[in-house]
Each structure stands twice: as structure tokens, then as C-alpha cells.
């Protein structure tokens, strides 16, 4: 059976660091293949099941929009490739690349013209905004239904389920994972050498020392306030670092 990486590009997760890799490896626009779909789950997945049917030759394919769960294929095995993110950490960098990347949609406008307290405190009060409200765990519980449980139990279910969910904080450990993994599944000769692409916020500190430096920057209400609506995610995180050390 032919065999090909789909690769669920959530925002801010070094997706893009991670295509720069995949494409070093596959020829952009025949073998690797990148599209977005709209929101409405049903429609979503229709048409993202549409795209890969119509281009089986493909080698990967890479979706910022493509919701969970794995399409499945006729003659094709797609290998799903996912990275979860310290949640405050993602938040923080979701908002200084919205905040220089230009254009006029909501979230640039919004991080543009207010502070990072103010970006968070403004769209988890929308309450159907999840950007800043356990994200991950909005996009991970998409694999399973609701007769599966909650959200949560969902999305903890997606990440002991899923072959290969990477770490953000683990990016270079991550990549030969899945370099590993892929050469199992028959990718010979693949190389998946780390690419720093799009990086918002600087590398080199420890994820305390980021979380540290969000803290002082919101004020402790405002930090306890994120914390408070990301728990979710915090405990998807703890789960995802666990299966990963394993």
C-alpha cells in the first residue's frame, strides 16, 4: 500500500520549520502538497478527503485548517504527523507573529492594537474563540466524536492514539522521532534535519523563564486568568510529554 505524511500545521506549533524540512525532501506543489478548509467540521473533512483522493501521487501533505480525524483512503495509508506546544508559550507567540505579520485579519488587527493582556483577555471573552482557550485540546478532540466524552477525554484520547504527536520544546528530539517512525513506515532515505522558520519569540530560554516573563508582562491576575482557561490544555501537554519520554 502506497503510503503518505499528512501533516496537521497548528498554528504556532514550528509547523513551518517542519514543512521547510518535509520540503527538502519532497518537491513542493507535486509532492508536497499544502491547502485550507473551511471550519464547518462535515464540509472540512469532505473536502480535505477530496483533495488527498485526487492526489494520490503525493508524498505529504501539510493543513493549517484540516480537522481530525485521519482521512482514510483507498490503496493510501496517510501517516499523521502533529505538534503540541506549551499552551501559554503558544499564546505568547501566536500573538507576537499576529502582531507583526501585517493584514487585516481579526487576530492581527486585534494583537496590532492592544497588548498581549489585552489580546488574550479579548478573545477568550468571545468564548467561541479558541486561540487563546485550551486550543489544543479544541483541535486534538476532533478525532474522536461526542459519544466518546468530553472534549478532553477526546483529545487525550487522539494523543495516546495518534503514531506520532511532537514537542514543540522538543523540537530537535522530536524531528528524529519522526525521521525514525518514517523510516519504519518505508520512507527510505528521508531527512528530517531541523529548520528554524517563523519564530516569533526567542529560542534560546527555557520555557520557565518564557512563562516567567509573561507573568510579569500580563500581571498575575491576568496570567491566573489564562491558566484558570487552559487547564484543559495543560493537562493534554502533561499527557503528550509523558507518552513522549516513553
Request: hydrophobic share 35%; net charge negative; with cysteine.
Amino acid at each position: 500500500m502506497t503510503k503518505a505524511i499528512f501533516h496537521y500545521h497548528l498554528f504556532k506549533n514550528a509547523g513551518t520549520s517542519l514543512d521547510a524540512s518535509l520540503k527538502e525532501n519532497f518537491e513542493a506543489g507535486t509532492e508536497w502538497l499544502t491547502e485550507e478548509f473551511p471550519a464547518n467540521p462535515a464540509k472540512n473533512r469532505e473536502l480535505v478527503k477530496q483533495w488527498v483522493e485526487g492526489n494520490k501521487h503525493a508524498k505529504c501533505f501539510s493543513s493549517h485548517t484540516a480537522l481530525l480525524p485521519v482521512p482514510k483512503v483507498q490503496e493510501l495509508k496517510l501517516l499523521p504527523v502533529i505538534f503540541i506546544r506549551h499552551p501559554i508559550d503558544r499564546i505568547a507567540s501566536a500573538y507576537a507573529f499576529e502582531k507583526k505579520q501585517g493584514g487585516q485579519g481579526f487576530g492581527s488587527v486585534l494583537a496590532r492594537n492592544t497588548t498581549l493582556k489585552g489580546y488574550i483577555e479579548t478573545r477568550i471573552s468571545l468564548g467561541y474563540d479558541r486561540q487563546c482557550k485550551n486550543f489544543h485540546t479544541d483541535r486534538f478532540a476532533y478525532m474522536f466524536g461526542a459519544q466518546y466524552g468530553s472534549e478532553l477525554d477526546r483529545a487525550k484520547m487522539a494523543v495516546e492514539k495518534l503514531p506520532f504527536v511532537g514537542l514543540v520544546e522538543n523540537f530537535n528530539e522530536s524531528l528524529q522521532k519522526l525521521e525514525s517512525w518514517l523510516i519504519d513506515e518505508g520512507f527510505e532515505g528521508i531527512n528530517i534535519a531541523p529548520k528554524v522558520q517563523n519564530v516569533s519569540r526567542d529560542t534560546s530560554k527555557s520555557i520557565d523563564e518564557k512563562v516567567a516573563e509573561i507573568r510579569d508582562e500580563i500581571g498575575e491576575e491576568a496570567f491566573e486568568f489564562l491558566v484558570q482557561n487552559n487547564q484543559d490544555d495543560f493537562e493534554l501537554y502533561e499527557l503528550a510529554k509523558q507518552k513522549f519520554s516513553e
